[in-house]
Structures are given as C-alpha cells and as structure tokens.
C-alpha cells in the first residue's frame, strides 16, 4: 500500500511539475511545491485536531 501510494504521488507530482513548468515555468512549479506544503501542514493540522478532539471526549465521558 505504501509502495503504491509512493509511486502514485510521485507520479502525480513528476507530471504536474512538467505540465506546470510548460506553462509557467521554473514560479509555476515552485508555486506547485508550496501549495503541496500547505495542504500537507492543513492535513496534519486536521488530523491532531481530530485526535484531541478524541482525548477530550474520552475524558469527558471517563
């Protein structure tokens, strides 16, 4: 599973990269990689928010 989400997302980055930098050039891509980042920190944001938000009710409910 991980091999295979590895390769996707490679995958997926490799050509949008390429289409990006046809299109825009070497601001393109890099606007690309920082847009990446900023959903990956969202993410992880969301998700340690899910999971105190998970400790709360346990100690809430005991």
Known sequence: MIN???????SFGVASG???YS?????GVMSLV???ALLGAAL???R???IR???V???LTG
């Open 4 to 10: 295979a989400c590895t390769f996707l997302g490679g």
């Open 18 to 20: 390429a289409i990006l």
């Open 23 to 27: 299109l825009a050039g070497f601001a």
């Open 34 to 36: 920082a847009a990446a």
């Open 44 to 46: 992880e944001r969301f």
């Open 48 to 50: 340690f928010g899910l």
């Open 53 to 55: 938000l998970g400790e």
């Open 57 to 59: 009710h346990r100690a």
